[in-house]
């Protein structure tokens, strides 16, 4: 009896490697390694007085905190004059449009850690962006995840994701 329970698991597993692989839909993505030069996966994340834009292949994501949206308020500088930025939390309106998509709008949270912060994401040695929330678009709701990190200088993980 187990061999034959072994024999139908293994063919099954072969059976699903030989499969052809499916295409994610277009509200999600990513890489590993990801190249922040232009072409291909290139990203742009401007700060601005009123919120933050996420450009990524897969998509847009954009936050307006919730008050002023001011970041200096959130600037730290550093006992070595490096400034750190850091939103932790920060509460607000997000829209979410994938490549392709329409826009969909709603509120969410929005977490930034930026070391050593020049403005210039594309000087940027480390950095993670998070934008969480629930959206809505033509009547029906969803929740939306944006993230965006880079390490050592290299993009490491990005996607954007409507569920």
């Given at each position: 009896?187990?061999?034959?329970?072994?024999a139908i698991v293994i063919?099954?597993?072969?059976?699903?490697?030989t499969d052809t692989p499916t295409q994610p839909d277009a509200t999600s993505g990513g890489a590993p390694a990801l190249s922040r030069d232009s072409g291909i996966g290139a990203t742009m994340v401007?700060?601005?007085?009123t919120g933050v834009d996420l450009n990524l292949?897969?998509?847009t994501c954009m936050f307006r905190p919730d008050g002023t949206g001011n970041y200096n308020n959130f600037l730290r500088t550093n006992?070595?004059?490096?400034?750190?930025?850091?939103?932790?939390?920060?509460s607000g309106t997000i829209t979410?449009?994938?490549?392709?998509?329409?826009a969909w709008t709603g509120t969410g949270r929005a977490n930034v850690i930026w070391p050593n912060y020049r403005g210039d994401v594309?000087?940027?040695?480390?950095?993670?962006?998070?934008?969480?929330?629930?959206v809505s678009a033509a009547g029906k709701t969803?929740?939306?995840?944006?993230?965006?990190r880079i390490a050592n200088g290299t993009a490491v993980e990005w996607f954007v994701k409507l569920q």
């Open positions: 009896m187990r061999l034959n329970v072994a063919s099954g597993l072969v059976m699903g490697c401007k700060f601005g007085q292949p897969t998509g006992t070595d004059g490096s400034v750190f930025l850091k939103l932790q939390d920060e979410v449009i994938p490549t392709g998509g329409r594309n000087t940027a040695a480390w950095f993670e962006m998070t934008i969480v929330g629930t969803a929740h939306a995840t944006c993230v965006y």
